[in-house]
C-alpha cells in the first residue's frame, strides 16, 4: 500500500536535457516537498508546496521548478540538468497541520546525468 | 548556526553492543523530534518520534531534553540488521507548513 509514490525510480538524462519527476500521494496530506540527497549527506530541501502556495529555499538554484495540478500530484522540473545535479531526489509529505505531524517519504528517484 | 547538529560517526560497533547517538537543535520553537533510518540508497524511514518523557520501542530508547534542546537514541543488544544511517530530525510548524530540519546523519555499522 505505497502511500508515496515516485516515477521514475531511475532517470537516466543527458546533459543540459531537461527532466521531470514525478510523485504522487494517496495520503491527502496538504504538503509535499521536494528534496535532493547527495551521497553521505543530508537530504536538502529544494522547495515546498503548503495546499497550492508554493514556497521555495533561498539557495535553491532557478534550474530547478516544480508545479503541483492537484493535491495528490507534485513535479519536478529540472530545466538543464548539470553534472552537479546527479542525485537522489526524495518527494515526502505530511499533513500540515500540527506540530507533532510526521513526515512520509517516496522511494526516491536518482538521477544520472551524462 | 545548523538547525541540528549529530555526531559524526562513523559508529563500528560489534553485534550485541549497546550504542548511542546524540543530537542538538538551535530553535527552542521545534515542537516535534524525531529518528529517521536511511538504508543505503533508500529513502529515510521513520523510526521512532520522541517525546518528552522518554520512549521506548524494543530494543530502541529516544530522548528528548527540551531544556538543553539535545536529542539522543539508545540502541542495545545491536543486530547487523541495525546497520544503516540515523537521522535526527527536528519540525517547526509555521504558516507554510511543517518545516523538517535534518541533522547529517550518523552511520552505523554492526560487526559480526
Known amino acids: 500500500d505505497a502511500m508515496v509514490i515516485q516515477n521514475p525510480r531511475y532517470q537516466v538524462t543527458q546533459f543540459g536535457k531537461p527532466v521531470t519527476l514525478s510523485c504522487s500521494q494517496t495520503?491527502?496530506?496538504?504538503?509535499m516537498y521536494w528534496y535532493q540527497q547527495k551521497s553521505s549527506q543530508a537530504p536538502k530541501l529544494l522547495f515546498h508546496?503548503?495546499?497550492?502556495?508554493?514556497?521555495n529555499e533561498a539557495d535553491t538554484p532557478d534550474n530547478f521548478q516544480s508545479r503541483r495540478p492537484n493535491t495528490s500530484f507534485c513535479f519536478l522540473d529540472i530545466r538543464s540538468p548539470g553534472l552537479g545535479d546527479a542525485a537522489m531526489y526524495l518527494c515526502?509529505?505530511?499533513?500540515?497541520?500540527?506540530?507533532?505531524?510526521?513526515?512520509?517519504f517516496g522511494p526516491g528517484t536518482r538521477l544520472t546525468v551524462l | 548556526r545548523k538547525e541540528v547538529e549529530q555526531d559524526p560517526g562513523p559508529f563500528n560497533v560489534p553485534e550485541g553492543a549497546t550504542v548511542a547517538f546524540n543530537c542538538t537543535y538551535s530553535n527552542s520553537a521545534s515542537q516535534s523530534f524525531f529518528w529517521y533510518r536511511q538504508d543505503c540508497r533508500k529513502e529515510p524511514k521513520l523510526l521512532m518520534s520522541v517525546y518528552s518523557s522518554g520512549n521506548e520501542d524494543g530494543r530502541f530508547t529516544a530522548q528528548l531534553n527540551r531544556a538543553s534542546q539535545y536529542i539522543s537514541l539508545l540502541i542495545r543488544d545491536s543486530k547487523l540488521s541495525d546497520s544503516a544511517t540515523y537521522l535526527c530530525?527536528?519540525?517547526?510548524?509555521?504558516?507554510?507548513?511543517?518545516?523538517?530540519?535534518f541533522g547529517t546523519g550518523t552511520s552505523l555499522t554492526v560487526i559480526p
Open positions: 495520503l491527502n496530506h496538504n504538503v
Open positions: 508546496y503548503y495546499d497550492k502556495d508554493f514556497n
Open positions: 530530525v527536528v519540525n517547526i510548524l509555521k504558516s507554510t507548513g511543517n518545516q523538517f530540519y
Open positions: 515526502a509529505t505530511s499533513r500540515g497541520l500540527a506540530g507533532s505531524d510526521t513526515q512520509y
